[in-house]
T-cell receptor
């Protein structure tokens, strides 16, 4: 069925380390993926997206990697800062016109 | 400033007392949607609207109604709230159904 899951519900890192948040998806027909960040008491915010014709996309301090062979998505955050502490969601979409399906989220805690 | 505004942000009500959560966006987005967020279940779509007077059910529509009389507004109506509708609700808008979603700050509803 359609589902988006994350490998770990929580991740704790030290300030300055690189963080890797993983997401496994089950539908090989998914062709569009988004990562969202949700800080405490706020709504989710768009971080970065990637289409299935790409393997990697970089933003400011973030990189998303897509491995279609094993249906795996990851978000890498370089030089993690306390302000990066939040819940991170991946979302997938199977085709144009269909809604995004959200995973359950990974809570990233950054200690200084 | 581009934003999605929800009201109220917090509400405690009693079973059966009709309530409306308002949502307004200033980005001229055609697509708007309501989600509920519950621990362990992630974000689940309640209803969505592709444009004015065009609405459709999401994954968990039972007990909710919506309307889209104007492009900027998309209120969520609970005709007879029940305790299982206690949740954190998010309104979101976008240029398309699976594009980058802009979320409101959330409305925390408690039904006693």
């Amino acid at each position: 069925g359609e589902s988006v899951g994350l490998h770990l519900p929580t991740l704790s890192v030290q300030e300055g380390d690189n963080s890797i948040i993983n997401c496994a998806y089950s539908n090989s027909a998914s062709d569009y993926f988004i990562w969202y960040k949700q800080e405490s008491g706020k709504g989710p915010q768009f971080i970065i997206d990637i289409r299935s014709n790409m393997d990697k996309r970089q933003g400011q301090r973030v990189t998303v990697l897509l491995n279609k062979t094993v249906k795996h998505l990851s978000l890498q955050i370089a030089a993690t800062q306390p302000g990066d502490s939040a819940v991170y969601f991946c979302a997938e979409s199977i085709q144009a016109g269909t809604a995004l399906i959200f995973g359950k989220g990974t809570t990233l805690s950054v200690s200084s | 400033e581009a934003q999605v505004t929800q009201n109220p942000r917090y509400l405690i009500t009693v079973t059966g007392k009709k309530l409306t959560v308002t949502c307004s966006q200033n980005m001229n987005h055609e697509y708007m949607s309501w989600y509920r967020q519950d621990p362990g279940l992630g974000l689940r779509q309640i209803y969505y609207s592709m444009n004015v007077e065009v609405t459709d059910k999401g994954d968990v529509p039972e007990g909710y109604k919506v309307s889209r009389k104007e492009k900027r507004n998309f209120p969520l109506i609970l005709e007879s709230p029940s305790p299982n509708q206690t949740s954190l609700y998010f309104c979101a808008s976008s240029t398309s159904r699976r594009g980058e979603l802009f979320f409101g700050e959330g409305s925390r509803l408690t039904v006693l």
